[in-house]
């Protein structure tokens, strides 16, 4: 055992007591954050789990700053599971926060219905009758006939597809009916292009959403309402389709990552994307321009049929706790103002659900082009449109489905899991 | 003879392979690290393209405003994981050395600190941080991580003291030496060793910690350097993977460099064949 | 006390008889007494902490697993059986014993051996340094090169393809098919935890008196045998240490799980840990999610008691 002479252990006590004092010092200066901006400037805390936009909330709140008083200060959390156990456990405390960012349908109902949140009818109307609100949007921000929140932006879903990719296999056009989406998909999965699937995270309801919308957008409303069932065999013919394109290796394999996708598809990897208009930058930040993809609308089964484009709003909610409710509310009139949304817009890349807003990229300018000419049908997007516990467990389905395309099994467990969950619901909606 | 030498050659050939072994993935993240975004295609490569790692370190670390969250974590590695040793050894000490009832007890009250899964414990913390007014605040995080590096420290230092000859404490006890002076002066340069790897692996998990780190703070003013890593993963695909690893990778120095420069108080000059 | 004392008394090799005897032959009562109480600050302090901290959290936790969710009251043990019925839940309990069994064999094994064998290397800290370096990375970067390594289209299925070992057309889904994507997360997570073990054994075998081991290499014994009948045996205290670290971690193994394979697919390859955060924080249902955390627990603890009792047991 090698030596140790007895002063060493003196010494490194009287060590650890100094940096324990300097330490216990610095803590003691720099207590808690909170939000208390610099010299007397005051901000409305809002919480979100979306830190890459913190920039964006505070920009936007500077211009609210001066039609109310008070600017944002933005605390975010990275992870979405973190985020939303921490607002449920803040809402009934004095640490509510001033605005909550969360989702719209059947996520928000479900914090509706735990009675925490301010009702913002009155504002919703003052933002539709400034013309600075598409009232459509309504129903995905009610419980009740009350309105709980307002929309942070609007996105849509597109396929987004690999322009040389299509060249290549001697497609034109971009597919204005369903025979011409597959005929797209195989010629594109044959010469290695694949569309993007995994079953990791929650995108795993996708090709799901996609084709059951594409079938009849009344099969799939009624599904979202209990009044379709999983076994309904409209629904397993829906599933078919996706198993033929899982087997023929027309999508990518199963432990792919969404994330990786438009670095796949600026490498020249994959085909097409199904996703949301909110991820148009980061094909950008993948390295491609308007000249190297683009997007197009989702064409029905049915001839005759309007295109489908899948809704995807995220809202503002107010707590009724919060410390400064009156500002809070008026602050979210103001936020639908073109003087925020448009550069809001323009930060985060995407719709805004103000009509006034103009669009400047490219390819989102297409898509506009092609909602005006094709007026599409529209549908929520899955995750706000079922009850979140099934939601949640669906996407499990749907992950396992994804690796071992057996449609038996799967329509059967989601079916038990449906009835489940609605029972739940209609007990009990809240979340909380 | 011959057999000594084959002994020593197959010796030396197991740790080469196991430590080549192990050497591998952590190649893969350098050179997976060092790969110009340019160059990336979704999937991993075996040989550099190119050496790209400071601009994408550059990438990632403004994309996470890193430098509060850096030094948060300094000073909750240090004090955490410090407090936490010396804590552990006093009650390591008092229960191997001190004549106390119940030892076993004591012990298994202490472990069970590591037993329970750590996302239990979220929400109660979370709403004794609200009602003490902690929540989102360095001290709340020193406890807690102090509290959760007692078990580890405790087992190591208590299990190190007990191969130590009773001797000792009789030979200290019939000089007059009082408890305190005893721990001081005598089993403290003792338990160094014990002591010292406690530490380090408290200090490198403190280091690695997320959960608890956006559990019970918010703001980016108190948040530890984890956080940081998992704000910049969200800007999702916008910031791709060659720098969200170099990022990672440069962060996670610190941990790497406490157990290179600590390792010697553990590792002192072993001489013996065993 | 003298210098040369002490290094006297920790190089002589102690008998167990001088074990037991310890300090409580011949002290008078009130000093015991005494004693007793001075030990009350040492332990208290880190009793204090663990207990207010990470212990009422749990009791509380045991009390929710009797409430219902939204509210609802008492429901007894409910909650229990819902959980113990829930198919997807019994496999979880399969796995969290898969882990507790693989994770003692590799981390372990593997820690003794490379310990031992570097300890009197040249370069042996070289290779010590490779081994612990993986458990220093940032959560994110093992994720990542778990990913890069493991997944279909990863690195490992690249090199057995050009080993010619596999079919390029047909790689191994490492992480997609049960039982083998918890085994391949076992084993990876092996590379991670297996350098604490390495570096508690080298801590361990400094406890070990030069004399013994330079004894029995007088008397003629080879590595092997020194190393069987001479060093493993005073290592039993350090093995107790490592055992009993490696099992808790292992069966609260989550990070390393959640970002390999989100426990699916379908939650195929979930342990309690990962179920129980899954009900609590994507179910958004505390009622079983504190169930699970208890039987979780309670596996622990049993685990940890059928290693431990007789080696706490024997030092007291």
């Known amino acids: 055992m090698a030596r140790h002479s007895v002063i060493s252990g003196r010494k490194l006590l009287a060590g650890a007591a100094a940096v324990l004092v300097v330490a216990g010092a610095l803590t003691g200066c720099s207590g808690g954050g909170g939000g208390e901006g610099g010299s007397g400037a005051k901000n409305l805390v809002m919480y979100n789990d979306n830190p890459q936009w913190t920039k964006g909330f505070e920009a936007a709140g500077e211009t609210i700053r001066k039609e109310v008083g008070y600017g944002i200060k933005a605390q975010s959390l990275p992870t979405t599971e973190n985020y939303t156990q921490t607002v449920l456990a803040a809402l009934p405390t004095k640490k509510s926060g001033d605005l909550i960012k969360w989702w719209s349908g059947k996520m928000l109902e479900g914090l509706a219905a735990t009675g925490q949140l301010a009702d913002l009818t009155a504002e919703w109307e003052q933002a539709v009758k400034a013309?600075?609100?598409?009232?459509?949007?309504?129903?995905?921000?009610?419980?009740?006939?009350?309105?709980?929140?307002?929309?942070?932006?609007?996105?849509?879903?597109?396929?987004?597809?690999?322009?040389s990719a299509l060249k290549k296999v001697g497609i034109t056009e971009t597919p204005k009916t369903w025979a011409e989406y597959e005929t797209v998909i195989e010629k594109l999965g044959k010469a290695g292009y694949p569309m993007c699937t995994g079953q990791t995270g929650w995108e795993t309801f996708v090709p799901f959403q996609q084709i059951i919308s594409a079938k009849s957008t009344t099969l799939y409303t009624d599904l979202t309402e209990n009044k379709a069932s999983f076994t309904d065999p409209k629904i397993r013919e829906g599933m078919e389709t996706w198993k033929?394109?899982?087997?023929?290796?027309?999508?990518?394999?199963?432990?792919?990552?969404?994330?990786?996708?438009?670095?796949?598809?600026?490498?020249?990897?994959?085909?097409?994307?199904?996703?949301?208009?909110?991820?148009?930058?980061?094909?950008?930040?993948?390295?491609?321009?308007?000249?190297?993809?683009?997007?197009?609308?989702?064409?029905?089964?049915?001839?005759?049929?309007?295109?489908?484009?899948?809704?995807?709003?995220?809202?503002?909610?107010?707590?009724?706790?919060?410390?400064?409710?009156d500002a809070a509310k008026k602050a979210l009139v103001t936020w639908m103002t073109t003087g925020v949304q448009q550069p809001w817009s323009e930060f985060v890349g995407d719709f805004s659900a103000n009509p006034k807003v103009t669009v400047k990229d490219p390819v989102l300018d297409s898509i506009l082009s092609q909602v005006k000419k094709q007026q599409p049908a529209y549908v929520n997007r899955y995750y706000e449109s079922f009850p979140p516990k099934f939601v949640q467990s669906s996407i499990a389905t749907f992950g396992g489905f994804i690796v071992k395309p057996d449609i038996d099994a799967t329509l059967t467990e989601l079916d038990r899991q449906a009835k489940q969950e609605w029972a739940a619901w209609e007990k009990n909606p809240s979340i909380g | 003879m011959n057999q000594l030498r084959l002994g020593i050659l197959a010796r030396n050939t197991i740790v080469i392979v196991l430590a080549l072994l192990w050497a591998v993935p952590t190649y893969l993240v350098v050179v997976n690290a060092m790969t110009p975004v340019a160059s990336y295609t979704g999937s991993p490569v075996w040989w550099p393209s190119g050496f790209a790692l400071f601009d994408n370190l550059a990438v990632g670390w403004e994309a996470g405003s890193f430098t509060a969250p850096f030094l948060n974590s300094l000073l909750y590695a240090t004090l955490g994981a410090g407090i936490a040793v010396v804590l552990a050894s006093l009650a390591a000490f008092g229960l191997v050395i001190m004549p106390t009832k119940h030892k076993r007890l004591w012990f298994w009250l202490i472990y069970a600190g590591t037993l329970l899964p750590l996302q239990v414990f979220a929400l109660p913390l979370y709403q004794a941080g609200v009602a003490t007014e902690l929540y989102d605040t360095k001290m709340i995080l020193?406890?807690?991580?102090?509290?959760?590096?007692?078990?580890?420290?405790?087992?190591?230092?208590?299990?190190?003291?007990?191969?130590?000859?009773?001797?000792?404490?009789?030979?200290?006890?019939?000089?007059?030496?009082?408890w305190w002076q005893m721990f001081v002066s005598i089993y403290l340069p003792l338990i160094r060793p014990a002591m010292v790897a406690a530490f380090v692996f408290q200090f490198i998990f403190i280091w690695n910690e997320l959960f608890f780190g956006i559990s019970l703070t918010i703001s980016v003013e108190n948040q530890p350097v984890m956080a940081a890593v998992a704000t910049m993963q969200t800007q999702?695909?916008?910031?791709?993977?060659?720098?969200?690893?170099?990022?990672?990778?440069?962060?996670?120095?610190?941990?790497?460099?406490?157990?290179?420069?600590?390792?010697?108080?553990?590792?002192?000059?072993?001489?013996?064949k065993i | 006390m003298k210098v040369s004392e002490i290094e006297r008394l920790t190089t002589e090799r102690p008998t167990t008889a001088n074990r037991r005897s310890g300090l409580r032959s011949g002290t008078p009562v009130g000093h015991e007494k005494r004693a007793r109480r001075a030990a009350i600050p040492f332990v208290g302090a880190a009793l204090a902490v663990v207990g207010i901290v990470l212990l009422a959290p749990f009791v509380y936790t045991i009390y929710r697993s009797a409430l219902g969710n939204g509210g609802s009251g008492f429901v007894g043990l409910d909650n229990y059986v819902t959980m113990f019925r829930d198919p997807a839940l019994q496999r979880s309990m399969i796995n969290t014993l898969m882990w507790a069994v693989g994770s003692l064999i590799l981390p372990v094994g593997f820690g003794l051996t490379i310990a031992v064998m570097t300890s009197a290397m040249k370069l042996g800290a070289a290779a010590r340094a490779l081994v612990v370096l993986p458990y220093a990375l940032a959560g994110t970067v093992v994720a990542i090169v778990g990913n890069v390594l493991l997944s279909t289209a990863g690195s490992l299925n690249q090199a057995l393809a050009f080993l010619g070992l596999t079919d390029p057309e047909s790689p191994i889904q490492w992480l997609l098919q049960w039982p083998m994507n918890v085994v391949s997360v076992i084993v990876f997570a092996a590379w991670q935890t297996t350098g604490v073990?390495?570096?508690?054994?080298?801590?361990?075998?400094?406890?070990?008196?030069?004399?013994?081991?330079?004894?029995?290499?007088?008397?003629?014994?080879?590595?092997?045998?020194?190393?069987?009948?001479?060093?493993?045996?005073?290592?039993?205290?350090?093995?107790?240490?490592?055992?009993?670290?490696?099992?808790?971690?292992a069966l609260r193994a989550f990070d390393m799980i959640w970002v390999l394979t989100s426990g699916g697919p379908n939650r195929g390859s979930e342990t309690l840990a990962l179920s129980m955060y899954r009900q609590s924080f994507l179910m958004l249902d505390p009622a079983v999610g504190s169930a699970i955390a208890v039987v979780l627990t309670i596996i622990v603890v049993a685990c940890s008691w059928l290693y431990l009792r007789r080696q706490i047991g024997q030092e007291s």
């Open chain 1, 131 to 163: 013309g600075n609100l598409n009232d459509a949007l309504r129903p995905y921000f009610s419980l009740d006939g009350k309105v709980y929140a307002l929309p942070l932006s609007q996105s849509s879903w597109v396929t987004y597809y690999n322009k």
């Open chain 1, 244 to 325: 033929r394109w899982i087997d023929n290796g027309w999508v990518t394999p199963p432990d792919t990552k969404s994330a990786d996708c438009p670095a796949m598809m600026a490498a020249g990897k994959l085909g097409l994307m199904n996703t949301a208009t909110w991820a148009n930058g980061f094909f950008k930040t993948a390295g491609m321009t308007d000249a190297d993809y683009g997007a197009f609308l989702t064409p029905p089964m049915a001839d005759g049929d309007p295109a489908i484009v899948v809704a995807d709003t995220a809202g503002i909610a107010v707590p009724k706790n919060a410390p400064n409710l």
């Open chain 2, 142 to 178: 020193i406890i807690v991580y102090v509290a959760l590096c007692i078990p580890f420290g405790f087992f190591v230092t208590r299990n190190f003291m007990v191969t130590l000859p009773p001797e000792i404490s009789q030979a200290a006890k019939i000089d007059g030496a009082g």
């Open chain 3, 197 to 249: 073990n390495v570096v508690l054994y080298m801590v361990g075998l400094q406890t070990i008196p030069r004399e013994t081991v330079e004894a029995a290499a007088l008397d003629g014994a080879d590595g092997w045998r020194r190393f069987r009948f001479v060093t493993f045996p005073q290592l039993k205290a350090t093995t107790a240490v490592v055992i009993g670290l490696t099992i808790t971690n």
């Open chain 2, 236 to 272: 999702g695909s916008a910031l791709s993977q060659p720098a969200i690893l170099a990022t990672a990778l440069v962060v996670s120095l610190p941990a790497v460099l406490v157990f290179l420069f600590f390792q010697r108080f553990f590792v002192a000059g072993l001489t013996t």
